[in-house]
């Protein structure tokens, strides 16, 4: 097995800043797109695939959702990562001269205000590091990139402002997946467990299949719905929970869940990171 780790995006990505983080001995390797990256692992390629799945200001990562079930692969880890956007621009740039900001739409998203302050044009690109290099290659004194400090170094550019998210509070939480599973062990501290699931259908199946985690005390801490194979009636649900499955309280839960799904299958029991506490 390599000794990579896999991100979407290329060098200087939060993605790729977050492999460091983690992984410093793992050498990282860049990805056009999500599935890409699930694939290196699935392949051979890389040991870990390092993916970010919601931001505490735009929400959750367009796609994802929907990747995970289809990469069979397993849930190792979380990771809570600070997000600190700069302005970056060709040496001897200044915020006057910008005319247009590339960067990717969640990026975008996080600094809008920002850019409107400054009547600053926004360009999506596919990633914040893509930009970065982009606007290096162009330049042009009129184009800008949101993207990390790392960036800016990787490409030789300069930053005109540092943090410029509209919150203070941004923050990505990442997955990291392998292809084999890795869970923690009962009573290792505190844990999460991911799980995938698809009800019965039959009525009031998604509110009986939940119920177990309310009666069991059980804290449900994500939920996300979306189709699967084209049909309307499908509906697959991505869900995260407080807990180890071996758990007296967390095992009547998830067998409640079994009993009115048609499938259920558990991704990954993980430590939970300390971030959760703060």
């Not at 402002?161 to 509209?166: E, G, I, Q, S």
């Not at 119920?211 to 994500?222: C, D, E, P, Q």
């Amino acid at each position: 097995m390599a000794k990579r780790i896999s991100f979407q995006g290329e060098l200087g990505a939060n993605s790729h800043i977050a492999c460091r983080k983690l992984y410093p001995e793992l050498e990282p390797l860049p990805c056009p797109t999500f599935e890409d990256a699930f694939a290196a692992v699935s392949d051979g390629e890389a040991l870990y695939a390092m993916i970010p799945i919601e931001n505490s200001i735009a929400g959750r990562v367009a796609d994802v959702h929907h990747l995970i079930p289809e990469s069979n692969l397993f849930v190792i880890g979380e990771h809570f990562m600070p997000i600190r956007y700069n302005l970056l621009a060709v040496k001897g740039a200044t915020l006057d001269d910008l005319k247009s900001v590339r960067s990717h739409i969640q990026t975008l998203g996080q600094c809008r205000r920002f850019l409107r302050t400054h009547n600053i044009a926004p360009h999506t690109t596919a990633d914040n590091a893509g930009a970065a290099r982009e606007v290096s290659q162009l330049g042009d004194k009129s184009q800008g990139a949101l993207a990390t400090a790392l960036a800016g170094e990787i490409y030789g550019l300069e930053a005109l402002k540092t943090d410029v998210a509209d919150e203070g509070h941004n923050t990505t939480r990442f997955l990291i997946f392998s292809k084999t599973p890795q869970d923690a062990e009962l009573g290792d501290g505190p844990c999460v467990t991911s799980f995938v699931f698809r009800v019965r259908n039959i009525p009031a199946a998604l509110y009986k299949a939940l119920g177990g985690f309310a009666t069991n005390g059980v804290n449900m801490t994500k939920l996300e719905s979306y189709l699967e194979g084209g049909a309307f009636s499908a509906a697959m649900f991505f869900a995260e929970i407080e807990g180890h499955p071996d758990e007296h309280n967390v095992k009547l839960a998830l067998e409640e869940l079994t009993f009115f799904s048609a499938m259920v299958k558990v991704l990954g029991v993980y430590p939970a990171d300390p971030f959760r506490g703060t």
